[in-house]
């Protein structure tokens, strides 16, 4: 299988890293200390048309796919992770309503969300559920033409500044487990849904991680996704095409460390030459690129393999599962790893905010722990075995 990048996508990688340097990176610092969400950002990519990249032309997307959508996420990963959970976001919101929405609603809602005029949220994670999709307790019982849904989320990325989220909620409390559920398109303004506790975060600091309440919320029954009962497969297999996305910010995020400890390394001098001609720090450098390298390899050919699988609920190969799981395994602990080596490069500059690996090595971890921790990969790989 070939998936050397064409010439549409290499103008895109290098047209994205340009608008990354000028326009993305100088504020990044100043927003990571913030803290608050920068629509400055999103405009600026609504601007140069990258939320289009996954849409179809249909709805007014550019259609260029998955592989791409990784490279927009990579690229302004390299300078600043949290305006990168941007697209990464709206590629996970979007994703239920790609595999399980019928024509209508990808009318209703694909045009505004392609141009990135309304951006959406993903609303699955519950104190008592996240990595088990079935411990979810948020209800949604039928009345009529709607359904009321009761409950709340918790560590909801962009869930206050989102125009929609697709929520999971529990249709039938009599079925267990991951029987019973259903994925609601919830709209921003709909009565009974709130914003709750927002959470002040170690990383990815100008992105908004919040708590969602819902509470005698009177959703209309034609936001359900493909019908009661169907939840669990439309969440799971949303997963298996998201994880890479957060493959692409952590190698962004790596890539960007690893670039600038690089720069440093040949201008920073001790014992009369570059730190970059000592054999213990080159041997590092040497280490960090080789797992940049490769976490890139597995995670172009890993997006390469999901832009041949159906957008439906169709089932998903043990093959292409076990590399989604992988890519995004490799490519975190290679985030957490070179970026924490960058901060050793830089030694006593490294700790200081002045300098950006820090922040880097802060953003690093999350990507770790969302959207499936480290652990849970391995556990779904192990399955495909």
Do not use: W
């Amino acid at each position: 299988m070939s998936y050397t990048l064409s010439e549409e996508q290499l103008m895109l990688k290098d047209t994205v890293r340009r608008l990354a340097k000028e326009k993305i990176a100088p504020g990044a610092a100043k927003r990571d200390e913030e803290g608050v969400f920068s629509h400055e950002m999103s405009d600026l990519l609504k601007e140069n048309g990258l939320f289009a990249a996954d849409f179809p032309e249909t709805y007014g997307g550019a259609e260029m796919g998955f592989l791409s959508c990784c490279i927009i996420i990579e690229e302004i990963a390299r300078v600043c992770a949290s305006t990168s959970v941007i697209p990464l976001v709206h590629e996970l919101g979007t994703m239920p309503i790609s595999l399980a929405g019928n024509d209508e609603q990808k009318q209703r809602f694909f045009p505004d969300l392609a141009e990135g005029s309304k951006l959406i949220a993903f609303g699955l994670t519950e104190p008592g559920a996240g990595s088990d999709v079935g411990g979810i307790r948020t209800k949604a019982v039928r009345d009529g033409d709607s359904y009321v849904l009761d409950g709340r989320k918790c560590f909801i990325t962009h869930g206050d500044v989102a125009d929609v989220l697709t929520v999971t909620a529990r249709t039938n409390p009599e079925l267990p487990g991951n029987k019973g559920l259903g994925v609601f398109i919830v709209e921003k303004g709909t009565p009974g849904f709130s914003i709750g506790k927002k959470e002040d975060k170690m990383g990815i600091r100008a992105s908004s991680t919040v708590e969602l309440l819902f509470e005698n919320c009177r959703v209309p029954a034609e936001n359900l996704l493909a019908g009661e009962g169907k939840g669990f497969s439309i969440v799971m297999k949303t997963l298996d095409f998201t994880r890479p996305s957060v493959a692409a910010q952590a190698l962004g995020i790596a890539d960007g460390a690893l670039d600038y400890a690089v720069q440093y390394a040949k201008e920073r001098e001790q014992f009369g030459r570059p730190i970059l001609q000592q054999q213990g720090l080159a041997f590092l450098l040497a280490d960090m690129t080789i797992q940049v390298l490769a976490a890139r390899e597995l995670l172009y050919k890993t997006a390469t393999l999901l832009e041949e699988v159906p957008r439906d609920l169709s089932r998903v190969s043990p093959e292409v599962i076990r590399y989604s799981s992988a890519s995004k395994n490799f490519a975190s602990d290679t985030a957490m790893k070179v970026t924490t080596e960058a901060v050793q490069v830089l030694g006593g500059y490294g700790y200081i905010k002045e300098y950006p690996v820090e922040r880097m090595m802060r953003d690093a971890k999350i990507t770790q722990i969302y959207e499936g921790t480290t652990q849970i990969q391995k556990l779904v790989l192990a399955g495909t075995l």
